[in-house]
């Protein structure tokens, strides 16, 4: 029995040891151009999913989140702070979004995957080590109205996308106004500069 309990604090021991010497040598290669293995990528996978379930639990929907005017209030809010990385309708993710490891995914299913308090909460809180950022200072309003968007994402074709945007804009376009999407909204002066949009940009210049 002594035996036994030698060998599995040997084990252990030797387990930590092992551990410690592949981090500190450098082994583990951080580039984001190098896939996880399987193994990593099921269990990081299963720990995100599970974790967001379960911290997400006690959080209900506000009544009225999914109104079509609560809709047409986040889709300024969605593109500008959400479309470069994860695409619209009309348009791919942007490049910088496309080297990112993990990438970030398209989200015209996301409601499938997750129920509305579940976005609610990856919205307010950001995912770990992954380029998804909290989104808690654009208030929870403007983040339930941003998971009503999501859920009629899957209904909408580019030109819907883009109505949908304009009508959000002559509301006054919250924080997608004009001024607000920053890097977005620059097009090409008509000395070849970039200067801050000559006209009114609409999500589909992007696809430019
Ligand atoms: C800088 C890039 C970036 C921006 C901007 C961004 N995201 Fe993400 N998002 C990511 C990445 C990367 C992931 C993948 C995280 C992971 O797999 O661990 C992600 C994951 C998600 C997920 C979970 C999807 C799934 O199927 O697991 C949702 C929902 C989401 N983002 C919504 C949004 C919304 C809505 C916005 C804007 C308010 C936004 N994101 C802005 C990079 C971004």
Not at 107 to 123: C, D, G, H, Q
Not at 171 to 192: I, K
Not at 197 to 208: E, M, N, W
Request: proline share 6%.
């Amino acid at each position: 029995m002594r035996s036994v309990a030698v060998a599995v604090l040997s084990l252990a021991i030797l387990g930590v040891l092992g551990g410690a010497i592949f981090i500190y040598s450098g082994l583990y290669n951080v580039a984001a151009t190098d896939p996880h293995w399987n193994l990593t990528y099921w269990v990081l996978e299963k720990a995100r999913v599970r974790s967001i379930k379960a911290h997400a639990a006690g959080i209900t929907a506000p009544a009225g989140y999914d109104d079509q005017a609560q809709v047409e209030r986040a889709v300024g809010h969605f593109a500008a702070h959400c479309a470069e990385c994860h695409g619209t309708p009309g348009s791919k993710r942007g490049a910088v979004s496309q080297g990112m490891y993990p990438q970030p995914p398209d989200l015209t299913n996301v409601s499938k995957r997750f129920s509305p308090a579940e976005i609610f909460w990856i919205l307010k809180n950001g995912i770990k080590m992954s380029g998804m950022s909290s989104m808690a200072d654009d208030g929870d309003d403007m983040l339930w109205a941003t998971v009503g968007f999501l859920q009629k994402l899957p209904t909408l074709s580019d030109d819907d996308y883009n109505d949908l945007w304009m009508a959000s804009q002559a509301q006054g376009g919250g924080p997608g106004n004009m001024m607000d999407m920053g890097g977005m909204s620059m097009s090409h002066g008509p000395d070849g500069q970039r200067s801050p949009h000559a006209k009114s940009p609409t999500p589909r210049d992007r696809d430019q």
